[in-house]
Structures are given as C-alpha cells and as structure tokens.
C-alpha cells in the first residue's frame, strides 16, 4: 500500500541547535516533495519544494534533502529558534496533477 | 488579495443533517483540494479539482460531494453528517508553474457531529 511516514514523536531540541526531521515514503514515484510549517489553529504554509531530479535544496535556515533511491526526504532547521515551534508536514504529488498526499506531521520544539 | 477564503470558521451539526462548506479563491488557479485533519492522521485528501468542471476522488471521499462550476469556487457537501466526519476541514488552492508548486491553506473549519 501507499504510505508517507513522518516520526510521530514530537522532537525536542535546544535552541540554537540543527533539528532533522524525516519523511519516509513507499510505493510512490513523485515527481517532488514538500514541506510545510503547521501551528496551532492554522492552515499548513508552504517551506520548500524539491524535485526527483534535485538532492539539496536551501531557504535561510532550512535545507531539504530528497533521496529517491532510498524513498526518505530530510528536513533541517539549522540555529533554530525558538519561533520554529511548530508541526512540519511533507507532502508529495501522488500521481500527477498536483495530488497532493501528506505525512501525519512531527512536532518540532525548540526551547531556550 | 484574500488568498483561499472558507466558511463557516466553526460548525455543530446534528447527525444526519446535510450541509456545505465552502471554499473560494481569488488567485486564478486551476488546482483546488479538500482535506480533513483528524488528530494524529495528518491531513486527508477527500476531493480535488484540476479545473472548472472537473473533479475526483482523494482517500477518504466517502460521505462528501463536490462540485467545481467555477474556477474560484470549491463547496464541499456534507450528505448526512456522522459522528465520524467530526474534524477540522481544509480547503487548499495550487499554484503550478514552471519553477514552483504550492499550496495555499485557508484557515480551516471546524466541524463536530453530535
């Protein structure tokens, strides 16, 4: 079956350290990946997009790593904050048209 | 510019009750979905639209219509509300281009079934 896996366990980490978070996927061939930040009460707002033929990706303080031979995309938050609490959810295109399927998201906090 | 508009923000119904939630967009895209957000489940693709007039089934579209007769809007219907369709609803606009996709969320309504 068809599953995009993200660590339901919330990642705790100090500030000012790089936080990883992984998206797992099997039985998709996605032509990209997505990350978006979640906070409470709130829609999802889109990070990043990486693309099958891309292995790194950077925006400021976040870079994106898609790996399709072993199906797993990383996300960092380099010097994180303590704003970059949230939940980070990947999303990819499950078959075209913009189809878009998503991880049940990891809770990242940062504290002081 | 609003960006991805839905309403109501909160909702009871009682089961068995039909209603619509509904999505509009002011940013001409052609791509529009419905997800549904359940504790611990992520985000659910119910329905998605690839233009005016044309629509299809994500995971989860059992108990919910939709129709697309426009390019900014995207109701979703609620045939006979159960217990279990009690979530938060999403409504989701796409931005395709040659360097970018992108979703925009709108704020999200908040459905309970009793």
């Known amino acids: 079956s068809q599953k995009i896996e993200q660590n339901s366990e919330a990642l705790n980490i100090q500030e000012g350290k790089t936080a990883t978070l992984t998206c797992n996927y099997t039985?998709?061939?996605?032509?990209?990946l997505q990350w978006y930040r979640q906070d409470p009460g709130r829609g999802p707002v889109f990070l990043l997009l990486?693309?099958?033929?891309?292995k790194e990706k950077r925006k400021e303080r976040l870079k994106v790593t898609f790996d399709t031979t072993l199906k797993q995309s990383l996300f960092h938050v380099t010097a994180s904050q303590p704003a970059d609490s949230a939940t980070y959810l990947c999303?990819?295109?499950?078959?075209?048209?913009?189809?878009?399927?998503f991880g049940a998201g990891t809770r990242l906090a940062v504290h002081p | 510019n609003a960006g991805v508009t839905q309403t109501p923000k909160f909702q009871v119904l009682k089961t068995g009750q039909s209603m619509t939630l509904q999505c509009a967009q002011d940013?001409?895209?052609?791509?529009m979905s419905w997800y549904r957000q359940d504790p611990g489940m992520g985000l659910r693709l119910i329905h998605y639209?690839?233009?005016?007039?044309?629509?299809d089934q994500g995971e989860v579209p059992n108990g919910y219509n939709v129709s697309r007769s426009t390019t900014e809007d995207f109701p979703l219907r609620l045939l006979s509300a159960a217990p279990s369709q009690t979530s938060v609803y999403f409504c989701?606009?796409?931005?395709?281009?040659?360097?970018?996709?992108?979703?925009?969320f709108g704020q999200g309504t908040r459905l309970t079934v009793v």
């Open positions: 989701a606009s796409i931005y395709s281009g040659t360097t970018n996709t992108e979703a925009f």
């Open positions: 039985n998709y061939s996605p032509a990209y």
């Open positions: 990486i693309r099958e033929n891309e």
């Open positions: 999303a990819l295109d499950s078959g075209g048209y913009n189809k878009l399927i």
């Open positions: 639209s690839v233009g005016a007039g044309i629509t």
């Open positions: 940013m001409n895209h052609e791509y």
